[in-house]
């Protein structure tokens, strides 16, 4: 059974940051390369970072410069690192793996941008 948990989301004013993380259960995470998406209000959720287990990391055009992914293998978590924040980076962010052609998705964490 695939697990992840995510954590860290909140309000914050537009220019701040916030860090969110994603642990995740069993073998899986050293195994695949796991991915942050966002899903705004009204819209299609939509990939925002991924990092693979030698981490390496991609990120949507959207949030280059600005976020950062990185993990920590000790303890089965990667760490989003979300900088200069925008009102329009608003949305529920989940955690995801695709294992063995499987996708997994955490419950997401609300991440609010706002003054």
């Known amino acids: 059974q695939v697990q992840l948990v995510e954590s860290g989301g909140g309000l914050v004013q537009p220019g701040g940051s916030l860090r969110l993380s994603c642990a995740a259960s069993?073998?899986?995470?050293?195994?695949?390369?796991m991915a942050w998406y966002r899903q705004a209000p009204g819209k299609q959720r939509a990939f925002v970072a991924t990092?693979?287990?030698?981490?390496?990391?991609n990120y949507a055009n959207s949030v280059k410069s600005r976020f950062t992914i990185s993990r920590d293998n000790a303890k089965n978590t990667i760490y989003p690192q979300m900088n200069s924040l925008k009102p329009e980076d608003t949305a529920v962010y989940y955690c995801n793996v695709v294992a063995s052609g499987t996708p997994y998705w955490g419950q997401g964490t609300q991440v609010t941008v706002s003054s």
């Open positions: 069993g073998t899986i995470f050293t195994m695949y390369p």
């Open positions: 990092i693979t287990s030698g981490g390496s990391t």
